[in-house]
């Protein structure tokens, strides 16, 4: 399962996405929060657009495409 940037709609900064079963985190859209995101695997279009706005991610495995 997958989910963009800016599809991130979240009461809390953390968010654990694998807990919820998403793997990878996409690069479509504008993230609306600097979320601090933990996920398996993540674009690197997202990476740039989360850190933008002073979000950070963190891979639970290695594999920013």
């Given amino acids: 399962k997958t989910i963009n940037v800016g599809d991130l709609a979240f009461g809390t900064q ?12 996409l690069g479509k859209g504008k993230p609306l ?8 695997t993540c674009s690197r279009s997202a990476r740039e657009k989360l850190e933008r706005v ?8 290695d594999g920013a495409d």
């Fill in 33 to 40: 929060k600097g979320y601090k995101v933990t996920v398996r």
């Fill in 14 to 25: 953390e968010v654990n996405l694998d807990q919820l079963g998403i793997r990878k985190l």
């Fill in 54 to 61: 002073g979000g950070s991610i963190t891979l639970l495995e």
